[in-house]
């Protein structure tokens, strides 16, 4: 299990003792600022995480050439805390001024050119550039395939090309990647891999109400690696008991999906997400479907309007969230015209 407040320590002593012995803006204090970066992202504080990213790119822009490697992960360690925070046009400008970075390095390496790609697809779906995010998963796959075809880079890119497939609505295709990417965790990576994790939770996304039970148990792995691993908060978790409500609705549990729901938000306060990350959109439009599938359309109203004070104002997710609203406020509408001559006719009858 990873002990982060450990690592913090570590780390700040090491920068101590470099800060002691090293000039300002070496590049070896830059690293250092960098790791502290990461670990502060992977606990939840997105402040100190970007302050630290910045303070190493500033230290490795003056003493690293302009194409070496370590400022493109620099690049794109600042890219991931953007992406976490729902920031994609900056997340997007770092990945790609890192894979422009790697793309002109003496020696090119397949496998930092195929993070760098698939944090440019990511970005490109999470703004539902579906078609431009697979074109590159795929590229991505073909690259670390033929230069490290165990890295379990693999399996990301495949479960990539699975979400990509998934959001496009072609679940059967999804399935046959997401099944790829377990099987090739369960035959070369460790158990407690966060790949493993990632593998499992996509596979259990797209389970049908017939699979319940394995369903369930993916979810439990889920839970199970991300505590063994010591991120308790990390949004696969909090995507995992979003996925659970979903499965819970195809049986029609309605509460025990609003349960997991109330779960998921426990874990984004937790996890100190910001106010407009595109989870919370995800967990409020989720609570209102379920709502509107109980006939609650006063509550499903109350559930998009607060989707819609955690939305950002390009967010494709905004015209979809007013036609429910419209739906919801017409039943609602249509629920009291009909109690109203329900009440009207049983007063005429009782006058008569």
């Not at 195929?114 to 490109?124: E, F, H, K, L, R």
């Not at 394995?214 to 979810?219: G, H, P, S, V």
Request: aromatic share 10%; glycine share 4%.
């Amino acid at each position: 299990m990873c002990n982060y407040k450990q690592a913090l320590y570590h780390l700040e002593e090491t920068l101590r003792i470099r800060n002691n012995y090293l000039p300002p803006n070496h590049y070896m204090i830059a690293q250092v600022y960098n790791n502290l970066s990461i670990v502060y992202r992977l606990i939840g504080d997105p402040s100190k995480s970007i302050k630290c990213a910045e303070l190493a790119l500033t230290r490795q822009i003056q003493s690293l050439p302009e194409n070496h490697p370590h400022r493109g992960a620099m690049y794109n360690s600042l890219g991931d805390v953007y992406h976490s925070q729902g920031q994609y046009p900056m997340a997007l400008l770092n990945f790609a001024t890192a894979l422009s970075i790697y793309k002109n390095e003496r020696i090119r390496s397949a496998l930092r050119e195929t993070v760098a790609q698939s944090n440019i697809g990511s970005v490109m779906m999470a703004q539902e550039n579906l078609d431009g995010a697979l074109k590159i998963f795929l590229q991505s796959l073909a690259t670390i395939e033929c230069e490290q075809p165990r890295h379990p880079r693999v399996a990301l890119c495949l479960n990539n090309i699975g979400f990509a497939y998934r959001n496009k609505g072609d679940h059967s295709t999804a399935i046959t990647y997401f099944n790829r990417a377990l099987k090739f965790c369960q035959s070369y990576l460790s158990e407690n891999n966060e790949a493993t994790a990632i593998s499992y939770l996509s596979v259990a996304s797209v389970l049908t109400e017939n699979e319940y039970n394995l369903a369930t148990e993916y979810f439990e792995h889920v839970n199970s690696i991300y505590n063994h691993i010591g991120l308790p908060h990390h949004q696969n978790i909090i995507r995992c008991h979003i996925y659970r409500g979903h499965l819970y609705r195809k049986i029609h549990d309605h509460q025990s999906a609003l349960s997991c729901y109330k779960e998921a938000i426990f874990h984004c306060e937790k996890a100190l997400l910001p106010q407009r990350h595109p989870s919370w959109v995800l967990i409020y439009t989720s609570s209102a479907l379920e709502y509107q599938l109980m006939d609650d359309f006063s509550r499903a109203l109350i559930e998009y309007e607060y989707a819609l004070q955690h939305i950002t104002d390009d967010s494709l997710e905004i015209p979809r969230i007013h036609n429910a609203i419209d739906l919801c406020r017409r039943k609602i509408i249509e629920t009291d015209v009909s109690q109203t001559i329900a009440f009207m006719l049983d007063t005429l009858g009782n006058m008569q």
